[in-house]
């Protein structure tokens, strides 16, 4: 058909820059031959747009090209929330590597620690054998492939006094002599002596041991050695011996291992002059002058133990119910140990029984 007739297409532009839009207008001519779409260019400030046909004739609803030039400002906007997400990122990132390398270094350490717990308890079970003693160093101290390595050693509860058999055998003295020699005046230890026995006869120990053992036979004893400390009259003796708690006791049978105990409390029991004592002690180390090693003697009687005391039998007699040549109750202490961190138990045991009897287990 000749002739022609314009046609108006209408596009709604967005603009970003003004948050506002406007209309484009691209005008077409439909013309006889063919179709020609021509292009203009609309714009609103620095944004200029492109409005022209994709493909086909230049009718109504034809799909159209918008080409947006940003301006500086966008350019600047757009940069910086590129570097905020880099940012953003780097951070997460970060906190992410320093939480799991807190989470490798505690399971490091719990691996650790279990290790050296483990090796504790390897060291116990050898130290618990009622044939191992003090000299099997090669079985007391080993170490293992991975570094690691666990260290026993064995002690006799039978060298300490026990308090419990001393108040109630009527062994005062003995206590009162103790304290003495640390220092404490006569007045003080014997009021320390008596304070023990008016604490354990109190009414209100007694109720709370009833309560704890829901009403069972309450017993004059101290059930541990670290109970003593809540005596009042105690105090004194604490204050001059710091280490009270490693001379006393409350398992065994409250008599004295000759063979295991030092010469100070050899003097304190049996009533022997100290050189009498070094020289009794002395003996059990053998030829080298050393404790605990292969060639260490033992008194397999007490009659030998007697001899070696210079005493008669009638004052041997006073004393000899606290005498033993075996120890009734052993300490047995292993640590282990591996790249710094360490562990220990501590087991009090009758290794003389069958089976072991086992009185205590600690554990720090």
């Known amino acids: 058909m000749a002739g022609s007739s314009n046609k108006h297409l209408v596009h709604r532009v967005f603009s970003p820059r003004n948050s506002m839009s406007f209309v484009a207008i691209k005008m077409g001519r439909r013309q006889s031959g063919p179709r020609r779409t021509g292009v203009r260019w609309r714009g609103f400030g620095r944004n200029f747009f492109r409005i022209g046909p994709k493909t086909g004739d230049l009718a109504p609803g034809s799909i159209r090209e918008v080409d947006h030039y940003p301006g500086p400002r966008e350019r600047g906007s757009a940069l910086l929330l590129v570097l905020?997400?880099?940012?953003?990122?780097?951070?997460?990132?970060?906190?992410?590597?320093?939480?799991?390398?807190?989470?490798?270094?505690?399971?490091?350490?719990?691996?650790?620690?279990?290790?050296?717990?483990?090796?504790?308890?390897?060291?116990?079970?050898?130290?618990?054998?009622?044939?191992?003693?003090?000299?099997?160093?090669?079985?007391?101290?080993?170490?293992?492939?991975?570094?690691?390595?666990?260290?026993?050693?064995?002690?006799?509860?039978?060298?300490?006094?026990?308090?419990?058999?001393?108040?109630?055998?009527?062994?005062?003295?003995?206590?009162?002599?103790?304290?003495?020699?640390?220092?404490?005046?006569?007045?003080?230890?014997?009021?320390?002596?008596?304070?023990?026995?008016?604490?354990?006869?109190?009414?209100?120990?007694?109720?709370?041991?009833?309560?704890?053992?829901?009403?069972?036979?309450?017993?004059?004893?101290?059930?541990?050695?670290?109970?003593?400390?809540?005596?009042?009259?105690?105090?004194?003796?604490?204050?001059?011996?710091?280490?009270?708690?490693?001379?006393?006791?409350?398992?065994?049978?409250?008599?004295?291992?000759?063979?295991?105990?030092?010469?100070?409390?050899?003097?304190?029991?049996?009533?022997?002059?100290?050189?009498?004592?070094?020289?009794?002690v002395k003996y059990r180390w053998g030829p080298d002058g050393k404790p605990f090693t292969l060639d260490d003697r033992v008194y397999n009687s007490m009659d030998e133990v007697r001899a070696a005391l210079g005493m008669s039998p009638q004052q041997f007699s006073l004393v000899q119910d606290l005498l033993s040549l075996k120890s009734a109750v052993d300490r047995i202490e292993s640590t282990g140990i591996i790249a710094g961190y360490q562990k220990t138990f501590a087991a009090i045991v009758s290794r003389n029984t069958t089976p072991i009897r086992y009185f205590a287990w600690q554990e720090r």
């Open 84 to 280: 905020f997400t880099i940012i953003l990122l780097s951070g997460l990132i970060t906190a992410t590597v320093g939480f799991l390398k807190n989470d490798v270094d505690e399971y490091g350490a719990r691996n650790k620690e279990f290790r050296a717990r483990q090796l504790a308890e390897s060291g116990l079970a050898f130290g618990i054998h009622p044939m191992v003693n003090n000299e099997d160093r090669s079985l007391l101290e080993q170490k293992a492939e991975d570094g690691g390595m666990f260290r026993v050693s064995i002690a006799s509860e039978s060298t300490r006094l026990n308090i419990n058999v001393l108040l109630q055998s009527g062994h005062e003295d003995l206590l009162e002599s103790l304290f003495a020699r640390w220092g404490v005046a006569a007045k003080s230890a014997k009021a320390a002596v008596e304070g023990m026995h008016k604490y354990l006869s109190s009414s209100a120990r007694v109720q709370t041991i009833q309560a704890t053992n829901q009403g069972a036979q309450f017993e004059a004893e101290f059930r541990t050695v670290e109970e003593m400390s809540l005596v009042p009259e105690f105090a004194a003796v604490m204050e001059k011996q710091p280490e009270w708690v490693n001379f006393f006791t409350v398992w065994g049978d409250g008599k004295l291992d000759v063979n295991l105990a030092d010469a100070d409390m050899v003097e304190l029991v049996t009533g022997v002059s100290p050189a009498t004592a070094k020289e009794f």
